[in-house]
């Protein structure tokens, strides 16, 4: 978004009194001590293999808790639609998926993270990278990680007033069933559950993740759970390039 049509992109933000800029990351400064530092240098000097697994991906899943580390506030995926306000939350992650018998988290996702300054579970989450990166497999550096982080930490000292909420919180749909939110009412009945789910979503969801590497393509119906959503909770609709149409 640091580019002269990223800015084109982000002006009717600015035009409305919004505070927002890109800024590309300076990785050496963010890393600086912290275990990401010697991993990033050992990275440039070729002695890391990136992997098959795009090093922007890995790269922004290091940037997120580096950034969280340092300065602490709130990280949201570029696919989330934010529904009422984080205010509330602290140090908070979300579970992607619970064991159905246990009701305990099964899977941790790292699209959302709201975190204090030099919260101690950030620095094992950093050095974890640092330890165990691998480029080629998908979600070994990102979900994966904070997941077996906080396995193998919990009811230690890095993970005391951290909060897990349940996967409505972030994650009311898993990926594999995301098509369902973009899909407008097919009869009777599938309009009944689409109403019955959008409300069970505003009632409790803090926010969607589109889950956009599986939504990318899909078209948004109308009369659809994400239609409505985005009607109610987004500042712009974009049509056609960077023409936008206010719905505030």
């Given at each position: ?7 084109q ?24 001590h ?21 090093l ?14 340092k300065?602490?506030?709130v ?11 984080f205010?509330?939350?602290r ?44 480029g ?5 550096n ?9 396995s ?8 005391h007033h ?34 019955g789910?959008l ?10 993740h ?10 948004i ?9 985005m ?18």
């Open positions: 978004m640091d580019s002269r049509r990223g800015m992109i982000l002006r009717p933000f600015s035009e409305m009194g919004f505070r927002i800029i890109p800024i590309s990351p300076d990785f050496d400064y963010l890393f600086k912290t275990m990401a530092e010697s991993w990033f240098g050992k990275l440039k000097r070729g002695h890391i293999d990136p992997g098959g697994v795009s922007g991906q890995n790269l922004s899943n290091l940037l997120r808790l580096a950034l969280l580390y300065y602490g506030g990280y949201l995926d570029t696919d989330v639609i934010v529904l009422k306000s205010t509330k939350l140090n908070s992650i979300g579970a992607q998926t619970i064991d159905l018998e246990t009701r305990n988290w099964s899977r941790l996702n790292n699209a959302v993270m709201v975190f204090d300054k030099n919260h101690p579970l950030l620095s094992k989450f950093i050095e974890e990278f640092a330890l165990t990166f691998n080629n497999k998908w979600g070994h990102g979900p994966y990680l904070v997941s077996r982080v906080i193998r930490l919990q009811g230690r000292n890095e993970c951290l909060n897990v909420l349940n996967p409505i919180a972030f994650y009311p749909v898993d990926w594999s069933q995301i098509r369902g939110l973009f899909r407008g009412p097919r009869n009777g009945t599938h309009s009944k559950w689409l109403r789910k409300n069970h979503i505003r009632e409790r969801s803090y926010a969607v589109l889950w956009n590497r599986q939504s990318k393509k899909l078209v119906e109308e009369g659809s759970i994400v239609g409505r959503i009607g109610d909770c987004c500042v712009f609709l974009q049509f056609n390039g960077v023409e936008f149409v206010s719905i505030k």
